[in-house]
């Protein structure tokens, strides 16, 4: 079984930028969908962006369209968030999550994500 694990978070001024990463154990992970999520204080868990298994059909919340970046390296079993441009309304934990899908469209809802990591946080100062 995949198990996921965040690392990258960390305490920014807001504009500036962080990396998150995702590893994966187990050598099935290039058959999983893959997407961030994210809970700020006193809030609901959202969908930040998605990627199939593939690497294509990105998907983003409206919210960080055009400051964030999913990808992904198969060969390393890690996926990544690059995250530009941060603001104060970014601060979150920041949870990895996975299901096992070969399909090129992938779900933003987390109720079809059967794997999740413990979360990091990321603090943005203004």
């Known amino acids: 079984q995949v198990q996921l694990v965040e690392s990258g978070g960390g305490l920014v001024q807001a504009g500036e930028s962080l990396r998150l990463s995702c590893a994966a154990s187990g050598r099935t992970f290039n058959v999983y969908a893959v997407a961030w999520f994210r809970r700020a204080p006193g809030k609901e868990r959202e969908f930040v962006a998605a990627i199939s298994w593939s690497g294509g059909s990105p998907n983003y919340a409206d919210s960080v369209k055009g400051r964030f970046t999913i990808s992904r390296d198969n060969a390393k079993n890690t996926v990544y968030l690059q995250m530009n441009s941060l603001k104060p309304e970014d601060t979150a934990v920041y949870y990895c999550?996975?299901?096992?899908?070969?399909?090129?469209?992938?779900?933003?809802?987390?109720?079809?994500?059967?794997?999740w990591g413990q979360g990091t946080q990321v603090t943005v100062s203004s």
């Open positions: 999550a996975a299901y096992r899908s070969l399909f090129s469209s992938v779900s933003i809802h987390e109720s079809r994500y059967d794997r």
